[in-house]
């Protein structure tokens, strides 16, 4: 099994960054690729962004294309998600996945998830 748990989630204005944490544990050298979803009230949990170990692919939702970043450190089997420009739409529930490859972790079929951390951007 995979453990995945985010941090770095919180309030801030319109316009402002929060940078997303999501730290595996477990049997990492399982996994290949690991992504961000979110999921705002009375809405379907919706892709965000992915990107794979090796870090020569990365995949954005077009919603967040230009101002989200995701990025990962190998060393610490830690994903990123560096959210810059944000909007009051952005608000959600942001959850990391992860599985053995972008293609899966792109879709709600992934293995792997965490608990969730909430993002809240105010206008």
């Known amino acids: 099994q995979v453990q995945l748990v985010e941090s770095g989630g919180g309030l801030v204005q319109a316009g402002g960054s929060l940078r997303l944490s999501c730290a595996a544990s477990?049997?990492?050298?399982?996994?290949?690729?690991m992504g961000w979803f979110r999921q705002a009230p009375g809405k379907e949990r919706e892709f965000v962004a992915a990107c794979n170990w090796n870090g020569d692919s990365t995949k954005y939702a077009d919603s967040v294309k230009g101002r989200f970043i995701i990025s990962r450190d190998n060393a610490k089997n830690t994903v990123y998600l560096q959210m810059n420009s944000l909007k009051p739409e952005d608000t959600a529930v942001y959850y990391c996945n992860a599985d053995r490859s972008i293609v899966v972790v792109t879709t709600t079929t992934a293995r792997y998830w965490g608990q969730g951390t909430q993002v809240t951007v105010s206008s």
């Open positions: 477990g049997r990492t050298f399982s996994i290949a690729a």
